[in-house]
């Protein structure tokens, strides 16, 4: 059996055991597996060579589920409120932005995100989004969803003073870190090497967690070092994390390698296009996005556009400079800058051509250059018989398309 999952659409979890079994063999299953957005539980943890699909040990008997559908049915009845609430929601927008340059002069800022309760799969959401939910207001479903922020900073030791701040926010939001495993982000580097520095211990970490006692040195971009100066020589980094995030159970420093931090210039460009007006007074900025691709290793089999780095777009997002230099300006797009972006970056609009790169997609795109997995089905197979094809919910595996030779089903294409 070989199939793809895109990493976007999976979440790394782990069982003790009696709770899931092996869907062909019926073997009680312990250890990794993959928990795909459409619910479905696969062994392991490598999205190119998923294992067999795994099923509850104990599934719910006949009776349980005409409970079940007895009360989901009473409860719209009595609910009407909620459920028209649910209904009227729109999905929660993914946004990041640049640091102005206040942000810079003050030597922080903060970011904003959500992930659904009970769940680790996070969104780095806008301050609007945030204040929105906090606020309860009827737009993003605030019951489903949980937001939180966390203080970023941008100048000095930012490898030391960011790890404590996530060190501080796993307290109460678990996995942050793989979130957020990029220390020194927008780092706008103020200070020179500091050399000739020693730790007695309880301070730095060699990468495999191991304490670390000794001299070292703090590089500007690389941070903390092993040995009292740098030089070319290859020589360990040093943490101030005992546990390094792993983000999809790869090794951290091999995933630094696929995810390198932003190119922030040495000083953001300002505008002297006059800043308009809401009609409720003066924005303190001209606000603007752009849509940008997330790039990243392209899975096995994948064949569409490669950048010159070799790296694949696996998603897209809309990123605010913070200065109107951004492709969609408030001058030009007026209230509708930040949602006509959002529309180009999930893939609702042509703008950009966003859309499926996965050849063997219906909705496979040639000339698209973003990716967008909202356009894409979560999971395809070569071999019918992997699908159960009389699901609960009543969908059916489809015929995709051939790719490569081989043809291709999901239970979306139709």
């Known amino acids: 059996m070989s199939y793809i999952i895109p990493k976007s659409q999976i979440v790394i979890k782990s069982t003790p055991g009696g709770e899931f079994k092996d869907e062909r063999t019926g073997i009680p299953y312990v250890g990794e597996y993959m928990e ?65 340059e206040e942000d810079y002069t003050l030597g922080y800022f903060h970011r904003y995100f959500t992930k659904r309760i009970n769940d680790t799969y996070y969104l780095e959401i806008s301050k609007e989004t945030y204040d929105s939910m906090i606020n309860k207001e009827k737009i993003y479903d605030y019951n489903l969803y949980e937001v939180g922020q966390i203080k970023w900073y941008l100048v000095g030791n930012v ?95 091999d995933f630094l390698k696929e995810y390198p931090p932003p190119n922030i210039p040495s000083e953001i460009p300002t505008t002297t296009e006059a800043t308009p007006n809401r009609g409720e007074g003066t924005i303190p900025r001209i606000e603007s996005y752009n849509c940008i691709a997330q790039w990243g290793i392209p899975p096995s089999g994948y064949s569409g556009f490669i950048n010159s780095d070799g790296q694949a777009p696996l998603s897209s997002t809309c990123v605010d400079p913070g200065d109107g230099t951004g492709v969609y300006k408030y001058s030009e797009y007026a209230s509708q800058a930040l949602s006509t972006c959002q529309s180009s970056c999930d893939g609702t609009t042509e703008t950009f051509g966003i859309g499926c790169l996965w050849p063997f997609d219906p909705n496979h795109c040639s000339s698209c250059d973003i990716h967008d997995v909202s356009l894409c089905t979560g999971i395809y197979m070569h071999n019918v018989e992997d699908f159960n094809t009389e699901q609960e919910q009543g969908a059916y595996t489809c015929f995709c398309g051939n790719y490569d030779g081989l043809p291709y089903y999901s239970q979306v294409c139709c």
């Open 159 to 253: 490898f030391k003073s960011n790890s404590l701040e996530i060190e501080k926010a796993e307290r109460q939001w678990k996995n942050l870190s793989h979130f957020f495993p990029i220390f020194n982000e927008f780092q706008r580097p103020t200070i020179p090497n500091q050399e000739g520095l020693y730790t007695p211990g309880g301070e730095l970490y060699r990468a495999d967690g191991t304490e670390y006692i000794g001299e070292y040195h703090i590089h500007t971009t690389i941070g903390p070092m092993e040995g009292p100066i740098h030089t070319e020589n290859p020589h360990p980094k040093l943490y101030y994390l005992s546990q390094l995030p792993t983000p999809r159970n790869m090794d951290y420093e």
């Open 36 to 100: 795909t957005l459409d619910g479905f539980l696969y062994q392991g943890s490598n999205n190119l060579n998923p294992g067999n699909r795994l099923i509850p040990i104990k599934p719910p008997s006949k009776k349980q589920k005409t409970i079940r559908h007895k009360t989901v049915a009473k409860f719209n009845l009595l609910k009407p409120k909620v459920r028209d609430f649910i209904t009227n929601t729109e999905p929660i927008p993914s946004m990041k932005r640049y640091p102005t």
